[in-house]
């Protein structure tokens, strides 16, 4: 996939309990320590499309490098609004890019180009439901942009980096707004509404007493 538009804290605890003089309070269980983060919550990407929500099991396992980049860009907000510029029938959506000309990234940021990653077949390959990293024909030139695969596609194996995959909202990212002609170049795109970690989003509100 071409960005080019070419061919395919610590939580706080709360403060100690001061110790009781009563021998009841003295063998009383010390309160317990906050929770630790649910690592599979800091691991889960949640993208908010027009249509509703996609969820992404990120793969560190795979692909660290990628993976803390596009963590580092969602925790920015880099990626909210920012247009699915490249959408092919059958093949894949492509986003990642403000400008929306395929060309753009976060380069114009001060973030440099990756280092390819690419997973071997017999580990990872590009089935539908796979996200990938864009790139221009150097092989480590992927920088921000990314795409979701609509279907398998064997000859992207090994060829681009794997950083997650659809676990659930995949009938969404199939409503995208597709592109037309051979680069699938979108007029009018749908956009990414908002991307959020799993780990960042807010504890749900507490019913009011009854």
Not at 187 to 207: C, F
Request: with cysteine; charged share 20%.
């Amino acid at each position: 996939m071409s960005d080019e538009a070419g061919t395919p804290a610590e939580v706080p605890g709360e403060p100690p309990i001061e110790a009781s003089a009563t021998p009841e309070a003295e063998a009383a269980p010390a309160a317990a320590a906050p929770a630790e983060p649910d690592p599979k919550l800091e691991s889960t990407l949640i993208l908010e499309l027009k249509d509703g929500a996609v969820t992404i099991e990120l793969l560190p396992d795979l692909a660290p490098q990628h993976v803390e980049r596009i963590k580092t860009l969602v925790r920015a907000g880099f990626y909210d609004g920012t247009p699915f510029h490249r959408v092919i029938e059958g093949f894949m959506a492509q986003g990642g890019d403000p400008t929306g000309t395929g060309t753009g990234g976060a380069r114009e940021q001060g973030y440099a180009d990756l280092p390819a990653e690419f997973s071997p077949p017999n580990r990872a390959r590009f089935v539908r439901g796979t996200c990938g990293m864009a790139r221009t024909m150097n092989p480590n030139s992927a920088n921000s942009q990314f795409f979701i695969m609509f279907a398998p596609a064997p000859s992207l194996d090994g060829q681009y980096t794997i950083w997650g995959r659809v676990v659930s909202g995949m009938e969404t990212v199939d409503k995208i707004k597709r592109g037309t002609g051979g680069n699938g170049i979108v007029q009018g795109p749908d956009r990414l509404i908002k991307a959020r970690i799993a780990a960042d989003a807010p504890p749900a509100a507490e019913a009011p007493a009854g």
